[in-house]
T-cell receptor, first 114, second 109 residues
């Protein structure tokens, strides 16, 4: 157990539907990262937060994607009008300490868009 | 952006064998981390190693930052070592990690 939890673990949806994922990071750590991993590839960076501020967004994060981290605690990632190309594993990560260090990943949410 | 290349892409071993995985990167980095992704998809952090050598049981890692590469050594491999090994680099402190494509390791009993 890395201390990072994600919910749900699996999500199957139909094309065009909206989905929302939640990440609970290692408690009280100020940074939180979202990554996406497709089959046979390494994880790709999507976005990250320092406290409640979203500091960087990848160009992979189209307008249909939005991430929030209210109050600097848990984070949500929403995908609107899902497409089949959104099918992937969505990973949340939290660093070891306030100053960074080792990155610990949650178990991921596997999204399948039919 | 920075390029991270891992080799070999695939590796098949008999239990008890030793192996070396390599990670090359195209620019100076703030840190480098090695991960193991198990068959259930969980990424486990193995090493945080911006430079030098570290050991953890049967695993050890060496990063030569000036030559922009890192090596992961697995000794006396076990079937539970199977999975995908990723290296990932960070350009500056607190920034994103950029991952390589991974090495798929299969250890047969």
């Amino acid at each position: 157990d890395t201390g990072v939890s994600q919910d749900p673990r699996h999500k199957i949806t139909k094309r065009g539907q909206n989905v929302t994922f939640r990440c609970d990071p290692i408690s009280e750590h100020n940074r939180l990262y979202w990554y996406r991993q497709t089959l046979g590839q390494g994880p790709e960076f999507l976005t990250y937060f320092q406290n409640e501020a979203q500091l960087e967004k990848s160009r992979l994060l189209s307008d249909r994607f939005s991430a929030e981290r209210p109050k600097g605690s848990f984070s949500t990632l929403e995908i609107q009008r899902t497409e089949q190309g959104d099918s992937a594993m969505y990973l949340c990560a939290s660093p070891q300490s306030w100053i960074g260090g080792r990155l610990f990943f949650g178990p991921g949410t596997r999204l399948t868009v039919l | 952006g920075i390029q991270v290349e891992q080799s070999p892409p695939d590796l098949i071993l008999q239990e008890g064998a030793n192996s070396t995985l390599r990670c090359n990167f195209s620019d100076s980095v703030n840190n480098l981390q090695w991960f193991h992704q198990n068959p259930w998809g969980q990424l486990i952090n193995l090493f945080y190693i911006p430079s030098g050598t570290k050991q953890n049981g049967r695993l050890s890692a060496t990063t030569v930052a000036t030559e922009r590469y890192s090596l992961l050594y697995i000794s006396s491999s076990q079937t539970t070592d199977s999975g995908v090994y990723f290296c990932a680099v960070e350009l500056f402190s607190g920034g994103k990690l950029t991952f390589g494509q991974g090495t798929i390791l299969t250890v047969h009993p």
